[in-house]
């Protein structure tokens, strides 16, 4: 299998002074380009947990800070008044806006209430109000009542994991009967399984459509799961070059045992095959996690049975009107695939490398 | 296609030697193989085949009995629709501008991930394909915030670096397939996987040789690194450009599956889908897709075509 592949091998250092010196800035130079263009890269993600813990009154401000922030106020006589950065010879002040006037104000300060109002002239509309910052979490419970988020992962939970399971057992078997099998024009038949790759589904579409449409499977969930248990040409190439590089004195001496073809399958090549098996699993749970085509179509009408993607498109349209909201539910629509694919990401990369380098 | 039947009549040189012991092996490897061959047959050749005499017809899902045979109407109609035209145009106009910009992206990523002076490399690889795992319609979303014309980051940057009003993104139809292109780098964690693998099946000593030459960093870069890697390239290309007619999702969310603004998301396969499911005209709507089928064709047969100027294969493959 070929891993992802690792550094070079450094030749042995020779230790020199100057040497060490220019190692060691062009160490920190390139480190240092490399965090900004992560910080830009992921930049959009601060933006939205920022935002998901912003008020509604918070995004509207005419002032909108950065981060979640409320005008501060303090409590004068039983009256709650703004606290304003005020100028004034002794330096910038926050003074609480107690009576407003065109021209003049009277503050207090919050640090000295005995002295009683403060005199200030100058016109208060132009001065900064005080902000602190107040983080909300209500987007969040309000974002997952508004579409139904319980109802939508549920959804997609079910498509994504039956899929999935389908993808397996089909490509795992047709993967070993491409791998181990002396059949008659069985590379013609690989070539052809690996040109699917570039036939755009759109070509078949209407057909299986009208098809699904026919047999009454339309604004059902089986068109979704059901074509993943005939196997495709990624999992399947994937699959295959994996179980290529499982020796086959293996298998042949379970054979000798008196295995047949499917026990050498299950006890012989499957046990050795985790990490493709892995990759597969999951490269099929997030296609399925983030369809929108499909789901789309045959979903059409059936809010009932809406995914995860189609749901979350009634976000995309408010969000100019309800930022908060939306970010929230994204942030709780990424997290379980993030989360996965942290946990997972060594076997999940190397998938990668191979479906698509190998070829 | 004839050549697809596996019975061993297609191979009459085999039968004539096939002991019980083959012909096991055959059966099982067959038993194996069916569920492809199933799939194949009932979900790929067969849909194929009726989608070509779909596009004879007018049929319409509403009315089935009524459906006629319209013989070449649609594919006349399809070289004098101004829509498709314009879908065309659309989507030949992602290909220029993204296209391009999403083989170099990830190729500036991955050699910088691949750098022998960065500290930590494996964080920074997971963290530029991270995003590649984000939801398109999460990814529509908060890009749509970022790149939003008055509150969004992207505008406030460009306004605090240059000191101009940056334009706005989705709502400009000049501007709406650069936001694509942008919001696309988030995407492009497989690309990036690719390339640096392809780096790091680069022989050590061809760099060692040039440094003993006097080759300057550059001129590593691209005289070694870049034909070395250039089979990576071209496979990616390839996917790049094929995607590009398959795009929608993004289209479809930015522009209210109407092509806002003006018409400037309308893309080929979103053209497509409006044809086929919201207008129902499912004659048309097959006739969309061979077309586009037969234009991924003819894109990929140009692309291989032109693989013996630029891409090199070590090991004269």
């Keep these: 299998m070929a891993a992802l592949p690792h550094a070079r091998p450094r030749r042995a250092p020779v230790w020199s002074p100057r ?44 002032h909108s800070q950065f981060l979640p922030s409320s005008p501060s106020t303090y409590r004068y006589e039983g009256r709650d008044y703004p606290l304003l950065n005020v100028p004034t010879e002794g330096g910038a002040r926050q003074w609480a806006l107690v009576k407003p006037g065109r021209e003049a104000s009277d503050f207090i300060d919050p640090d000295n209430p005995a002295a009683g109002l403060i005199h200030w002239e100058g016109r208060w509309r132009v001065l900064e109000p005080v902000y602190h910052f107040d983080p909300t979490l209500e987007n969040f419970p309000k974002s997952w009542n508004q579409i139904h988020l319980d109802r939508l992962f549920g959804n997609t939970l079910f498509i994504a994991v039956v899929g999935t399971l389908g993808t397996l057992l089909s490509s795992v078997a047709v ?115 983030n369809d929108f085509f499909e789901p789309l179509i045959y979903l059409q009408g059936r809010e ?39 946990l997972a990401q060594r076997v999940f990369m190397q998938g990668i490398v191979i479906t698509g380098v190998d070829k | 296609m004839a050549t697809l039947s596996t019975t061993p009549s297609a191979a009459p040189t085999v039968r004539r030697r096939v002991s019980p012991l083959l012909r096991r092996e055959i059966n099982w490897g067959l038993l194996f193989l069916s569920p492809w061959l199933v799939g194949f047959l009932f979900f790929t050749l067969m849909p194929m085949a009726a989608s070509l005499i779909f596009s004879l017809t007018d049929y319409n899902p509403i009315h089935p009995e009524a459906t006629q045979f319209v013989g070449l109407t649609n594919w006349g109609r399809l070289f004098n629709d101004p829509f498709m035209r314009q879908a065309w145009a659309v989507t030949l106009r992602f290909v220029v501008i993204s296209v391009p910009l999403s ?51 992207l505008n406030r940057a460009i306004e605090f670096v240059f000191g101009v009003q940056g334009p706005r993104w989705y709502q400009d139809e000049a501007w709406v397939i650069p936001a694509l292109t942008i919001m696309g780098f988030w995407g492009v964690g497989n690309t990036m996987l690719t390339m640096l693998a392809g780096l790091q099946n680069v022989p050590t000593e061809l760099y060692d ?48 599956g109407r092509g806002d603004p003006n018409g400037a998301t309308m893309f080929y396969n979103l053209y497509l889908y409006r044809i086929a499911f919201n207008f129902l005209d499912m004659g048309y709507g097959a006739t969309l897709a061979w077309a586009m089928f037969v234009i991924v064709l003819i894109l990929t047969i140009i692309l291989f075509r032109t693989q013996n100027r630029w891409v090199y294969y070590a090991g004269g493959e």
């Design chain 1, 19 to 62: 040497r060490n010196m220019r190692q060691f800035t062009a160490t920190a130079a390139v480190t240092l380009v490399a965090l900004l263009v992560v910080a830009l890269f992921l930049a959009p993600l601060a933006y939205m947990t920022l935002t998901a813990l912003k008020t509604q009154k918070q995004v509207q401000d005419p």
């Design chain 1, 304 to 342: 009932d049975l809406y995914t995860l993607s189609i749901g979350m498109t009634q976000f995309a349209n408010i969000f100019n009107t309800q930022p908060g909201l939306a970010t929230a539910a994204s942030m709780m629509a990424l997290a379980l695939p993030v989360v996965i694919f942290f």
């Design chain 1, 175 to 289: 993967a070993y009967g491409f791998s181990r099998f002396r059949i008659p024009g069985i590379n013609l038949l690989f070539i052809i399984l690996i040109s699917t790759i570039i036939l755009p589904r759109q070509v078949t579409l209407i057909p299986t459509y009208i098809f699904f449409r026919a047999i009454g499977w339309g604004g059902t969930w089986w068109p979704l799961i059901i074509p993943h248990f005939f196997a495709n040409a990624y999992n399947v190439f994937l699959l295959r070059q994996y179980f290529k590089g499982i020796p086959r004195d293996m298998d042949e001496a379970a054979m000798i045992d008196g295995a047949s073809p499917l026990q050498t399958l299950l006890y012989v090549i499957l046990p050795q095959s985790m990490p493709a098996l892995t990759a597969v699993g999951l490269f099929h749970f997030f296609f399925a996690w």
């Design chain 2, 209 to 256: 040789a040039a440094k003993v030459d006097g080759a300057s960093g550059w001129q590593r870069f691209f005289s070694i690194t870049l034909p070395m890697i250039s089979p990576v390239i071209f496979y990616n290309l390839m996917l790049c450009v094929i995607g590009s007619f398959q795009y929608f999702t993004q289209a479809y969310i930015i522009g209210n």
């Design chain 2, 103 to 153: 083989i170099a992206f990830p190729l500036g990523l991955a050699v910088l991930v691949n750098s022998e002076h960065l500290f930590a490399k494996n964080i920074y690889r997971t963290l530029f394909y991270m995003p590649s795992m984000i939801p398109v319609v999460v990814n529509v979303i908060i890009w749509g915030g970022i790149m939003n014309s008055e509150t969004g980051w």
